[in-house]
């Protein structure tokens, strides 16, 4: 199949072509405009070749627009199949976990689970309240990576990371370290 003009225009140079090649050739050809149609005065000319331009625009956004259409529907189909079975597979995927695996691979992909670490949403505290050495992490927001140097999470609790003092502080959301499945699939190729 050929891609692109300038492989047409190479291949078409060929004095000794293969079949292939001639079919791939051929197959070209029949999407390039029909020479005949083209108009031979000047006005006439610039019209059509404006008009061509158009439709191959039109063409585009119309294809754009199917592409992200399709796309949609299929994340939606993805959601639903989430919404539906997730909490399934991860209670199945955890019965069968044994020893030290933490996932089980199959010819289409691997679902497993991940450690995912605590961490602490501080967007609520004010930066008076919090510790002399978490306020360097906090300017007008909450850098994440940096408080996550700072404060740790052992548990349901938040820790001076340095001196290990609990970090208690009104407002201040812990989210526990956890568990996360996660599937990872062999993806087409196109």
Do not use: C
């Not at 140079?13 to 051929?26: C, K, R, S, V, Y």
């Not at 919404?83 to 089980?104: I, K, N, P």
């Amino acid at each position: 199949m050929i891609q692109t003009h300038e492989e047409y225009v190479a291949l078409k140079g060929n004095q000794t072509p293969d079949p292939a090649t001639l079919e791939a050739i051929a197959e070209y050809e029949a999407g390039l405009p029909d020479l005949a149609a083209v108009p031979g005065d000047p006005g006439s000319f610039l019209e059509w070749y404006t008009g061509r331009k158009a439709d191959y625009a039109s063409q585009k956004v119309r294809l754009k627009a199917q592409y992200e259409a399709m796309l949609r529907d299929i994340e939606r189909q993805e959601e639903g199949l989430d919404y539906h079975f997730a909490d399934r597979a991860e209670r199945e995927l955890r019965a069968q976990l044994t020893g030290r695996s933490r996932s089980v691979k199959f010819l289409t992909g691997t679902i497993g689970l991940r450690k995912k670490p605590g961490s602490v949403n501080g967007a609520d505290v004010p930066l008076e309240l919090w510790p002399e050495e978490a306020q360097s992490a906090i300017v007008t927001r909450v850098d994440s990576t940096l408080l996550k140097k700072v404060v740790k999470v052992v548990g349901e609790k938040a820790y001076l990371a340095e001196t290990g003092e609990p970090l208690e502080l009104p407002g201040l959301r812990v989210t526990p370290e956890s568990e996360a499945m996660y599937i990872k699939t062999g993806k087409e190729e196109l």
